[in-house]
């Protein structure tokens, strides 16, 4: 497995953009597909967007495309995810996953992060 190391995360107002970042430590981050999820206050983890291991597909959810970019740096063992046009309801803490395969399904997912908390005020 892998270990992930979220950092990025803060407080900024709607509208405005924060980059995410997260950071994997060992030589076989290329061997993995890569997600972002959030787990807003009360609710379930969702979700958010992935990215497979060259860069070659991607995959959003709805709630975030045309807002949200995932990217990742396999020199530097690291996926962003750039967030723009931010709303309160993104609030919540941003987590990133190692899988296998490209897949929203979060029990793909066999590595995590610790989590970043984003927090977008109105």
């Known amino acids: 497995q892998v270990q992930l190391v979220e950092s990025g995360g803060g407080l900024v107002q709607a509208g405005g953009s924060l980059r995410l970042s997260c950071v994997a430590s060992?030589?076989?981050?290329?061997?993995?597909?890569m997600g972002w999820f959030r787990q807003p206050p009360g609710k379930e983890r969702e979700f958010v967007a992935g990215i497979t291991q060259y860069s070659d597909n991607y995959y959003y959810a709805d709630s975030v495309k045309g807002r949200f970019t995932i990217s990742r740096d396999n020199a530097k063992n690291t996926v962003y995810l750039q967030m723009n046009s931010l709303k309160p309801e993104d609030t919540a803490v941003y987590y990133c996953?190692?899988?296998?395969?490209?897949?929203?399904?979060?029990?793909?997912?066999?590595?995590w992060g610790q989590g970043t908390q984003v927090t977008v005020s109105s």
């Open positions: 996953a190692a899988s296998s395969l490209l897949t929203s399904q979060i029990t793909n997912y066999r590595s």
């Open positions: 060992g030589r076989t981050f290329n061997r993995y597909a």
